[in-house]
C-alpha cells in the first residue's frame, strides 16, 4: 500500500498514512475552507487500509486548532478506525492536546465513547 503523505500549511495539518514504517498521524491546525475535499482521500486510505491492517495500528493526533467542520471528518476518521478495531485488529488511536483546552479533552472523551476505540490522551504543556 502506498504512503499518503500532506505537507501541513497555515490552515491544514501534515498527514502521514504509511503502512509499512507503521505511521498513521495528523498533526497541525485543520481550518480549511473545504475540509470534505481535504478528508475525503484520507478516510478512502484508511478504509484500503482496513482490508489487511497491521498487527497493530496507532493513530496520532496532534491538532492546535480544530473548526467544527473538520471535526465532522474527524470522526468520519474515528469511524474507519473503529471499523478495523471492530473486527478485532489492534486499534489505538493516540491524542495530543493542550493541557488547558478541557473543552477539546471533553471532547474527545466524548469521541471515545461514540467509537468505542481505546485511547491514549496526552497532555501537551
Do not use: C
Amino acid at each position: 500500500m502506498e504512503r499518503f503523505y500532506i505537507a501541513k500549511t497555515q490552515t491544514s495539518p501534515e498527514v502521514i498514512l504509511d503502512k509499512d514504517q507503521n505511521k498513521f498521524s495528523i498533526i497541525g491546525v485543520s481550518l480549511m475552507e473545504n475540509p470534505f475535499k481535504f478528508y475525503d482521500p484520507i478516510v478512502q486510505w484508511i478504509e484500503r487500509y482496513g482490508e489487511q491492517p497491521n498487527e497493530k495500528t496507532v493513530f496520532t493526533f496532534r491538532l492546535l486548532y480544530i473548526n467544527s467542520a473538520s471535526m465532522i471528518n474527524i470522526s468520519r476518521i474515528l469511524k474507519a478506525l473503529s471499523n478495523i478495531y471492530s473486527k478485532g485488529h489492534d486499534v489505538l488511536v493516540r491524542w495530543y492536546y493542550d493541557e488547558r483546552d478541557t473543552a477539546i479533552r471533553e471532547h474527545v472523551q466524548d469521541l471515545e465513547e461514540l467509537y468505542g476505540l481505546p485511547f491514549e490522551m496526552v497532555i501537551i504543556k
